[in-house]
């Protein structure tokens, strides 16, 4: 149980195009799914935190208006990079909330590379 | 917000000796300490979890404490085999929301 998964595993995309990350709850419904960011030998960072049927909150420094984050369905949250710039590659992380309220199960993750 | 302290960020042992990671965290109100192990290029895999009201937890060849006095809370891993190699991240939260330290690279040496 409390499978994660994310789509499409990795991206190669140009300069200034946008590209859209799906993270899905398989087994579970997740009312809370968190966006990470980890570039390479590094730790996670926290993006966002989304809730269903609700705005995300974002971190500080994250910029709302490039990472357009939507969480329709208690199984579904999207991360939509626009305008990707090389200095936006990296490997994008979901996770959600398990069966108990604060254990978290990640997604595969998504390797955006923007050439 | 919580910051979350993790050292060594690098460590290196023979198979069969034992590994400590430790870590430190800065919010009084976290109550939930998870860690994970993570493969090159992999999701993180949660290993073992501890909440603030309990001291020590263990699950065969590892074992997490935690000091809620010190804010500081350890990851013991015994007997350690090659394929206990990888990135390891403690984490603290106390409403929903991870903090990660910075992860360790655990390497054993056959």
């Known amino acids: 149980g409390a499978v994660v998964s994310q789509h499409p595993s990795w991206v190669i995309c140009k300069s200034g195009t946008s590209v859209k990350i799906e993270c899905r709850s398989l087994d579970f419904q997740a009312t809370t799914m968190f966006w990470y960011r980890q570039f390479p030998k590094k730790s996670l960072m926290l993006m966002a935190t989304?809730?269903?049927?609700?705005?995300?909150?974002?971190e500080q420094g994250v910029e709302k208006d490039k990472f357009l984050i939507n969480h329709a369905s208690l199984t579904l949250s999207t991360l939509t990079v626009t305008s990707a710039h090389p200095e936006d590659s990296s490997f994008y992380i979901c996770?959600?909330?398990?069966?108990?309220?604060?254990?978290?199960?990640f997604g595969p993750g998504t390797r955006l590379t923007v050439l | 917000g919580e910051n979350v302290e993790q050292h060594p960020s690098t460590l290196s042992v023979q198979e069969g000796d034992s590994a400590v990671i430790k870590c430190t965290y800065s919010d009084s109100a976290s109550n939930y300490f998870p860690w994970y192990k993570q493969e090159l290029g992999k999701r993180p895999q949660l290993i073992i979890d501890i909440r603030s009201n309990v001291g020590e937890k263990k699950d065969q060849r590892i074992a997490v404490t935690l000091n809620k006095t010190a804010k500081h809370f350890s990851l013991h891993i015994t007997e350690t085999q090659p394929e206990d190699s990888a990135v390891y991240f403690c984490?603290?939260?106390?409403?929903?929301?991870?903090?990660f330290g910075s992860g360790t690279r655990l390497q054993v040496q056959p």
């Open positions: 996770s959600a909330n398990g069966r108990t309220v604060d254990t978290q199960y």
């Open positions: 989304s809730n269903e049927g609700s705005k995300a909150t974002y």
């Open positions: 984490a603290a939260s106390g409403a929903r929301a991870l903090t």
